[in-house]
Every structure is written in C-alpha cells, then in structure tokens.
C-alpha cells in the first residue's frame, strides 16, 4: 500500500487526468454540429463560446473548494475526516463535466428537444467550470509537493493540460472522425471517467524523496517527447491522409508515449525506498504552513521567517523599516487581503493585457489567416500547431525561471517581463503584415501566452502563500476572459466590421487587423512595464525569503 502512496504517484495521477482536462480546446470540433442541430447562428453560437471561456477561468469555487478540503491545517492534524483532500475538489469537477456533456450530446444528437439558449449556455458553463476543478486540485497539489521547484512542476501540469486538446482530437481522429455527435458522448466518457479513477491518489505529501529534481527532469523530457510527437503528426495529417489502420496505430504509439511518466514514477519510487527519502519538515517553510508562526521578533533582529540570518551592508541596515515589511509578504493572505495589495492588481493587470490579447489572437487566427491570402491548409495548420506553442510556453518558462532563480537567484517577475515583451513584438510582427508574418507572430505570441499560464500562479504561491493558492490564482485568471472580451469584441471585432463594412461582411487585406494588433502590442507593452513594476516592487523580497528558502530547501 505505501508503493502507491508517495507523491510521485500523486504527480503521475495529475499529470494523467490533466491529459484529458483540456477538452474545451477541442470546441471547434463538435462547435458546427452544435450550430447545425440547434439552429444557431453565427451570433449566438459566438454566446455559447463566451460561456465557455468564463467558465474556463471562473475558478474562484474550485479555490475556496480546495482551501476547505485539501490544504493541511496546524488545527485539523488530528482529524482524519474521509471527506478531505484533493480528490473531493477533483470529484466535484467530474460530476460537473458528466452532467455538462451528457446534456450536450443529447442535444447534439436529437435525443431531447432543442433547448433554449440559455440553458444551452449552462451545459456548456458546466463543462467548462470542471476544467477549474481538475487544474486547481492538480496544480496546486503539485506546488504543495515540490515547493523548492514549483515552476518546474507547475510548468509540467498546464503543459500536460495545453496538450490535452491536441490529445484528445488524435483520439477523436483514430476512431470517430467524422462524427462530432459521437466525439462529445466520448468527452462525456473519457473527462469523467479518467479524474475518477485517479482522484484517490492525487494527496499532498510533506516529504523529500531523494533527488527530486532529476526525477522531475525526466517528467519534463518526456512532456517534450510527447510534445514533439504530436507536433509531427498534426503536420503529417495536414500533408496527407491517413487511412483508419495508420491512425489507429499513431493512437497507440501516443498513448504509450503517455504511459512513460510511470517509468520515471518508478525510477523515483526505487529511490525512495532505497532510503533517500527524507522527512520534510513543514515547519522550515513558514511561508507555506502557518503564517503566524511568522515572528517579528526574529525579522527585527535580521532572521527570516525559516530562522536564518540575514546578513546585511551598511546600506541594508538603513532599509531595515523596508525590508520588515517586504519579509512580512511572506505570510499566507488569504483572498481579500491578497486583493487588498499592490502586488495583486499588478498581476491582475498583466495577465489582461497578456492573455487577454493572446486568448483574442487564437480566436481570430483562422479569419486573420483567411484575411492575409492564406490557404486553408495553412489556417488550419497554424490552428493546429498553436497548442504546442502553448505547451512549449507553458513548459520551458516554469523550467527555465527555476533554473534561474536556483542558480542565479533572479526573480521569476522578471520571465514574466521577457515573455510579455516578447508578446508584443509578436503583435507587431502580426500587424505588419509581411510574408510568414503570421506564422512567425503566432509562434511568439503563442509562446508567450502559454508562459503566462505557468508564471502566473507560481509568483501568486511565492508572493501571497500557498494556504489559498487556489483561490487566489484563479481570481486572477479571471483577466483573462475580461481581457478577451475587450480584444476580441471592442478592438478586433469593431475595427473588423468597420473596415468590412464597404465590402459586405468580409474583410480582405492587412488593414483588415493591423490596427487592432497594433493596439494589442502596445496594451500588451503596458503590460510588460506593469510586470516590471511587479519585478521591481518584489526583487528585495526573492532575493531575502524565497531564494533563502530554497537554498534552505535543497540543504535538507
């Protein structure tokens, strides 16, 4: 029983479930038969899409959900309550995917009357609201598991979970292509089944077990395979077509491709019970367990919250007032005090003008592309490849601000004020208009918007604490949809049918985007200066109590 009770099997659980978490990015799969069966038009299916993307990011209930039931209390050690833990948080979002596809596909496939709108749009909420519940109880089980590398492994789960959408359509491709009715009743299957198999593992285990970061080195070489792999095969499937017998074999090869975590899971477990494994003591992260174990005795005297020495210059000791009250952020802050700091709405800030202007992009890629003379072919490849420039962003920023912080002791803000810059220069570039401009601007830009994803909640666990990470994150995530509406509809969509309406309804030529991408560059260079403030407001704080920590983590 204690094989499969470690963290290593709760991290391979996560990953698992977040391989089937992304279905949402499969909407433009069943999105037509939706359209067709309900008699919708363009405007109203738009509605449902909308529906989606706020319940995508209105994770707030997952958060508190998981604050309530999962997180481990000082106060509730000795209460042994069945109904707690991680999988409570993961259960609740399988119920709601079943119940949100099951009524889909009964609509979809003629079982039950047409629906109205509205409560079309509930179906839809429901699924995407479960994604909320998956990712919280995946992501921020992770952080709690690997404090000293919570980059790396939050870049594994959003990875794994911006791969998801790419995964399930070769899955849809090998066995139901051509039915879209089908492919949700398989939604409705795979998401609800997969989480419930696998919930009872995903726990939080205090424990070091042997070189964690070798271990989680090899979940990320294999994130990359499986990354490549798919990246080859969505460019194959553009080039030709695979008969039923070469894609059922490409299927296999990917889902065995996917079951390679449980050989370094193994690996790691070997480790352990060699007797590397190590009680990891709660207390010597103050920062993660109880907050107010956090003395202002100790700060006064030059002690971080983990109980060593600051040593400071003569200068420092001039910036003492300072320096207390950027080690006192060290504290876990629950919701509305976390909301109540600076530090919040410079996050909050950031990511509307990032994923917002991102999220805009990847809606419009295939009218942008249609716009610019591009192919189809060549629309629905760049739509294609855009999930493994998410993975790629999603992946490689957690690893490499890792490895910076670890070994250079920069602090992570700083990735976010490199990738919004680097965002913005994929606007222009878009906005330009040059041949390949949309294929190179959708590299960058599709990069960047998945790094946001995995800087965003590993700064939040840093700055406010991981007592109500998951609450926390996911307000913040909520820029996101804001940020898309703002894009989408009041700069893209108005502009669009200004410039269209000489010509009808459709918009042929550069003119048609460059000056909503021109705008989404410099919203999104705001952003990049309000991250760097951001940097610059946190940057004594890396540098005093969270490098410290980790250096304190990897000595133990």
């Known amino acids: 029983m204690e094989r499969i009770q470690s963290k290593w099997i709760a991290t391979l659980a996560s990953i698992w479930i977040q391989c089937s978490s992304g279905s949402l990015y499969t909407f433009s799969i069943f999105s037509s038969a939706l359209k067709s069966s309900q008699g919708y038009d363009q405007s109203t299916l738009d509605t449902v899409s909308v529906v989606k993307d706020v319940g995508a990011n209105a994770g707030v209930l997952s958060g508190f959900l998981y604050s309530a039931v999962a997180v481990p209390h000082r106060s509730r050690r000795s209460s042994s309550c069945f109904l707690r833990g991680p999988?409570?948080?993961?259960?609740?979002?399988?119920?709601?995917?079943?119940?949100?596809?099951?009524?889909?596909?009964?609509?979809?496939?003629?079982?039950?009357?047409?629906?109205?709108?509205?409560?079309?749009c509930l179906f839809m909420f429901l699924t995407a609201h479960a994604q909320t519940f998956f990712n919280t109880a995946n992501v921020v089980t992770a952080v709690h598991n690997f404090p000293d590398f919570s980059g790396t492994v939050v870049g594994i789960m959003k990875g794994f979970l911006g791969l998801s959408g790419a995964i399930l359509i070769q899955l849809y491709q090998a066995i139901l292509k051509g039915n879209p009715a089908s492919y949700l009743l398989m939604l409705m299957l795979v998401t609800t089944v997969n989480p419930l198999l696998l919930m009872c593992l995903v726990r939080i285990y205090?424990?070091?077990?042997?070189?964690?970061?070798?271990?989680?080195?090899?979940?990320?070489?294999?994130?990359?395979?499986?990354?490549?792999?798919?990246?080859?095969?969505?460019?194959?499937?553009?080039?030709?077509?695979?008969?039923?017998?070469?894609?059922?074999?490409?299927?296999?090869?990917?889902?065995?491709?996917?079951?390679?975590?449980?050989?370094?899971?193994?690996?790691?477990?070997?480790?352990?019970?060699?007797?590397?494994?190590?009680?990891?003591?709660?207390?010597?992260?103050?920062?993660?367990?109880?907050?107010?174990?956090?003395?202002?005795?100790?700060?006064?005297?030059?002690?971080?919250?983990?109980?060593?020495?600051?040593?400071?210059?003569?200068?420092?000791?001039?910036?003492?007032?300072?320096?207390?009250?950027?080690?006192?952020?060290?504290?876990?802050?629950?919701?509305?005090?976390?909301?109540?700091?600076?530090?919040?709405?410079?996050l909050f800030l950031a990511m509307a003008c990032g994923m917002g202007s991102g999220l805009a992009t990847v809606n419009n890629i295939g009218q942008i592309g249609g716009a610019f003379g591009y192919?189809?072919?060549?629309?629905?490849?760049?739509?294609?490849?855009?999930?493994?420039?998410?993975?790629?962003?999603?992946?490689?920023?957690?690893?490499?601000?890792?490895?910076?912080?670890?070994?250079?002791?920069?602090?992570?803000?700083?990735?976010?004020?490199?990738?919004?810059?680097?965002?913005?220069?994929?606007?222009?570039?878009?906005?330009?208009?040059?041949?390949?401009?949309?294929?190179?601007?959708?590299?960058?830009?599709?990069?960047?918007?998945?790094?946001?994803?995995?800087?965003?909640?590993?700064?939040?666990?840093?700055?406010?604490?991981?007592?109500?990470?998951?609450?926390i994150f996911n307000t913040i995530a909520m820029a996101s949809p804001v940020g898309s509406y703002i894009f989408s509809v009041r700069v893209v969509g108005y502009i669009y049918d200004k410039e269209a309406s000489a010509d009808g309804n459709k918009c042929t030529g550069t003119h048609c985007f460059m000056v909503s991408f021109l705008i989404m560059a410099s919203a999104t260079l705001l952003g990049c200066f309000v991250a760097l403030i951001l940097f610059l407001r946190t940057k004594s704080f890396y540098n005093q109590v969270v490098l410290r920590r980790l250096q304190h983590l990897g000595r133990v």
Request: contains cysteine; aromatic residues 10%.
């Open 206 to 346: 205090n424990t070091k077990e042997g070189d964690e970061k070798k271990h989680l080195n090899g979940l990320s070489l294999v994130a990359l395979v499986v990354a490549g792999y798919l990246m080859a095969l969505i460019i194959l499937e553009n080039i030709l077509t695979l008969q039923f017998p070469a894609r059922l074999f490409t299927l296999v090869l990917l889902l065995l491709l996917l079951a390679t975590p449980l050989a370094v899971t193994i690996k790691a477990q070997q480790s352990n019970f060699d007797g590397t494994s190590q009680t990891f003591l709660i207390e010597k992260n103050q920062l993660i367990d109880d907050p107010k174990q956090l003395d202002a005795e100790k700060i006064g005297k030059g002690q971080d919250p983990a109980g060593y020495h600051l040593v400071h210059s003569d200068a420092e000791q001039e910036r003492n007032t300072d320096d207390n009250r950027v080690l006192l952020q060290g504290e876990n802050l629950n919701l509305l005090q976390a909301m109540g700091t600076c530090n919040f709405w410079c």
């Open 375 to 471: 192919k189809s072919f060549e629309t629905s490849t760049l739509v294609s490849l855009w999930s493994i420039w998410n993975f790629l962003g999603r992946f490689g920023t957690g690893y490499v601000s890792d490895y910076f912080l670890h070994t250079r002791g920069w602090a992570r803000p700083v990735f976010m004020v490199i990738t919004l810059a680097t965002m913005s220069i994929g606007h222009f570039v878009i906005a330009s208009g040059m041949p390949g401009a949309l294929y190179a601007g959708s590299v960058l830009v599709g990069v960047s918007y998945g790094s946001q994803w995995s800087l965003m909640p590993t700064i939040t666990s840093e700055i406010f604490g991981v007592q109500h990470l998951g609450t």
């Open 87 to 120: 999988w409570v948080v993961i259960a609740v979002g399988a119920i709601q995917c079943f119940a949100g596809y099951f009524f889909l596909w009964l609509s979809v496939a003629g079982v039950i009357p047409r629906q109205p709108v509205p409560l079309m």
